[in-house]
């Protein structure tokens, strides 16, 4: 084991599982999405189920 460590470039732990996908709303997208939330007054929690 101390062979793979030994050829890394630094001793942190290499990260491990799947990438996070980051996704960012359009202005238009954004927009609806929050008149849709002061429209039904739903918490941010049932407000995402509902999308």
Do not use: C, N
């Not at 460590?5 to 980051?22: C, F, S, T, Y």
């Not at 359009?26 to 849709?36: D, H, K, L, R």
Request: no cysteine.
């Amino acid at each position: 084991m101390v062979i793979i460590w030994r050829k890394r470039p630094d001793v942190r732990d290499a990260r491990m599982g799947p990438e996070p996908v980051l996704t960012v709303l359009t202005a238009e997208q954004e927009s609806i999405a929050m008149a849709f939330r002061r429209h039904t007054l739903l918490v941010l929690d049932e407000f995402l189920y509902a999308l």
